[in-house]
């Protein structure tokens, strides 16, 4: 069975600082990956997705994910963030031959500080 | 505008007092799913449908019912809720049942006292 790990649950950082959310994944088949993310008191919006091609997918607001697959990771990243981007952001995984079901991680809360 | 809906947004009940918390999507998808998010847990899928008068058990669907008899439509039933049902809640669409991310509706807080 597919599983999610964020490694960690909040991150606090600097405006303007660089920002990475760790995501691994456990699965012994192909699988498709996604980040989310939450803002305060919404639901949640597709930040990016991989699904086939390039590791490297480019997502809205400048994130960027990475994925290995030999580490099993799909670490977020964005290399300057903003107060706006203060949020809870959670990494999915699904696996083609179970059809649509997303397994969430925990969440990682990012608090951007002046 | 392409959207999921939920309602309501917020509700406050009592053990015991079953209560219905309808999910209804424009976008004519076939695929709808319910999920609760709680601290430190994400988010877990409670049922979901593949279409009308489809649906099955997803990871955490005790104390939960649900119907599918409109495309559009996904009520969530709370029988005889419970203070552990006290959650979030988002209800979530999507195309097909392949390859295609999900669209979340806006969210219900529940608490149960």
């Known amino acids: 069975a597919q599983s999610v790990t964020q490694l960690d649950s909040q991150v606090p950082v600097f405006e303007e600082a660089p920002v990475e959310l760790r995501c691994n994944y456990s699965?012994?088949?192909?699988?498709?990956l996604f980040w989310y993310v939450q803002y305060p008191n919404q639901g949640l919006q597709l930040l990016l997705k991989?699904?086939?091609?390039?590791?490297l997918v480019k997502g809205i607001n400048g994130f960027e994910a990475e994925f290995n697959k030999s580490q099993t990771s799909f670490h977020l990243r964005k290399p300057s963030v903003h107060i706006s981007d203060t949020a809870e952001y959670f990494c999915a995984v699904s696996e083609p031959a179970a059809g649509n079901k997303l397994t969430f991680g925990g969440g990682t809360r990012v608090l951007v500080k002046p | 505008e392409a959207q999921v809906t939920q309602n309501p947004r917020y509700l406050i009940t009592v053990t015991g007092k079953k209560l219905t918390v309808t999910c209804s999507q424009n976008?004519?998808?076939?695929?709808m799913s319910w999920y609760r998010q709680d601290p430190g847990l994400g988010l877990r899928q409670i049922y979901y449908?593949?279409?009308?008068?489809?649906?099955d058990k997803g990871d955490v669907p005790e104390g939960y019912k649900v119907s599918r008899k409109e495309k559009r439509n996904f009520p969530l039933i709370l029988e005889s809720p419970s203070p552990n049902q006290t959650s979030l809640y988002f209800c979530a669409s999507s195309p097909t049942r392949l390859r295609n991310e999900q669209f979340f509706g806006p969210g219900t807080r529940l608490t149960v006292l």
């Open positions: 991989y699904l086939s091609g390039s590791t």
């Open positions: 449908s593949m279409n009308v008068e489809v649906t």
């Open positions: 699965s012994s088949v192909s699988v498709y």
């Open positions: 976008m004519n998808h076939e695929y």
